[in-house]
């Protein structure tokens, strides 16, 4: 009989794709489509979780702070994790990983959906997001292995069309499976996915290292920055604790504040710890890079102006009397101008402008969708159609402004450094995520559904004029002052799952 070591070593031991699959010529193709499952389950169960907070309020008679830790728990964990997942991906294998990565978020889904109380939800979903994480850390560095160099940029293009797909479909989908079946659907639909993708992975994902036979790899050099993982995951949940306090939490005004001196000590920690770390997961010599420092601020503010509609939407709209599926339509809207600005859009603004012209346009263009939004009537029959322009205008503008924007801080970047840029980047959006799940609640706790609303809108525009300010002031300035790889760590040295090694 096997022992418990046998056992995990053979399941540590990456299997190659069956012979008839390996030795296709579309083969890589199939992999990419493996990863993409991934992709689509990530931004699925981000986009359609705001839909289900208006049903998960009445079924545990909770407030609108304490059913946001649905998401604020899974963005917290998912920043946290990304890191020391990366690393382990480099110990044991990504393939490995990343189908592990399915397992974990088909069970917690399945777990979330059967939550008989509100924390039971919300620690399944933390458990969700150490899927969620194992997946994320390794897409892009799975489909850059698996694919000729060729078709790099194709794959990863099909990749984000996968991930802007599920953004779409998740309000939609949302909206229908609360009104006609069960918010529990929400979270039991995302179980058949993880298990399609967990067998496609199985025999679809070419092994992490062939050379190895799949075994562990080589570890990286370095101490990892443990210090700085718990001094990120402290920081940040005392942050989202005093704002979801402030919105409503059940907590003495001394606690919010005692959280907030807390995340802010623990913030100033975590930039002295980051300065002297051998593998920092923030490293200062490219954060302190005017361009890129201004390129990951702008970034954050994207995902912040990204998500905050769509979970201000629901709540705002409910308040106007409008249907649950009529309104997963509605802010469907924004998600799906987002998507075909990603992809398509740039094509039809003038081809001599630059990422930072692109970026500029982009913001303003969502500031112009957003006040929209802001100053639409509370009810009425024109509510539905008018506040659908107005989120796909900004969709659009947001779609224009963040793939520019990426670019931009990238190209700053030396090649030796890109997992670092794609490390935080990845960061700097799930903190954007966060505090755009934070901030509606905070409005609406303050001022109600209509006032709140019309409050965090106009405030939304003003943040979308600011980074249209600070784009046209950055122009091309990140490439110009982009830092040599001589004063950056190296591309192992944070967040491994965004590299192109696996």
């Not at 110990?91 to 039971?120: H, M, N, P």
């Not at 361009?291 to 629901?314: E, K, M, N, S």
Request: net charge positive.
């Amino acid at each position: 009989m096997a022992t418990v070591r046998e056992l995990t070593e053979r399941l540590l031991v990456e299997r190659p794709r069956p012979r008839v699959i390996a030795t296709r010529p579309y083969a890589h193709w199939l992999a990419v489509g493996a990863v993409c499952l991934g992709a689509f389950l990530g931004q699925l169960t981000a986009s359609v979780t705001a839909l289900v907070f208006p049903a998960l309020e009445r079924t545990f008679d909770a407030g609108f702070a304490a059913v946001a830790w649905v998401s604020l728990a899974y963005l917290l964990v998912l920043v946290v994790l990304l890191a020391p997942v990366g690393r382990l991906s480099d110990l044991i294998g990504r393939k490995t990983v990343y189908l592990g990565g399915f397992a974990v978020f088909a069970l917690a889904s399945f777990g979330a959906g059967a939550a008989g109380s509100l924390w039971i939800l919300v620690a399944c979903r933390a458990v969700q997001a150490v899927g969620g994480a194992m997946m994320q850390a390794n897409s892009v560095a799975l489909v850059a292995r698996g694919v000729p160099e060729r078709a790099m940029r194709t794959a990863l293009g099909v990749q984000a069309a996968a991930q802007a797909l599920g953004l779409a479909l998740g309000p939609t989908l949302g909206g229908l499976l609360v009104q006609h079946a069960s918010w529990r659907w929400a979270f039991w639909v995302n179980v058949p996915i993880g298990l399609i993708g967990l067998v496609a992975g199985w025999f679809l994902l070419p092994r992490t290292d062939p050379d190895r036979a799949g075994r562990r790899l080589p570890r990286p050099e370095g101490r990892f920055d443990l210090a700085g993982l718990l001094l990120l995951a402290g920081a940040g949940t005392a942050a989202l604790l005093g704002l979801s306090a402030a919105s409503g939490l059940p907590l003495p005004a001394w606690a919010v504040a005692v959280l907030l001196l807390l995340a802010a000590g623990l913030g100033l920690a975590l930039t002295r710890q980051e300065r002297r770390a051998d593998r920092p997961l923030i490293p200062p010599g490219l954060v302190n890079t005017p361009g890129i420092r201004t390129g990951l601020l702008i970034a954050l503010v994207g995902y912040l102006l990204l998500f905050c509609p769509l979970v201000l939407g629901p709540v705002v709209l409910a308040g106007a009397g409008v249907p649950v599926a009529v309104a997963g339509l509605v802010i469907t809207a924004l998600p799906a101008a987002f998507a075909v600005a990603a992809t398509v859009g740039g094509a039809l603004l003038p081809g001599g402008w630059s990422d930072a012209a692109r970026s500029r346009c982009g913001a303003l263009v969502a500031a112009l969708g957003l006040a929209g939004a802001a100053l639409l009537p509370a009810a009425g029959a024109a509510t539905v159609p008018t506040t659908a322009g107005s989120l796909a205008v900004a969709g659009y503008g947001l779609g224009l402004l963040l793939p520019a924007n990426n670019a931009l801080v990238m190209r700053a970047i030396p090649p030796a450094s890109s997992a670092v840029g794609g490390g935080l980047l990845s960061m700097v959006r799930s903190l954007g995520t966060a505090l755009g799940t934070a901030l509606p609640v905070l409005g609406v706790h303050l001022a109600g559904p209509t006032a709140g609303g019309r409050a965090v809108l106009g405030l939304l525009v003003l943040v979308a004029l600011t980074a249209a300010w600070a784009a046209g002031r950055t122009r091309n300035r990140a490439a110009r002052t982009a830092p040599t790889a001589s004063q950056v760590p190296s591309a192992r040295s944070v967040l491994p799952g965004q590299g192109r090694k696996g």
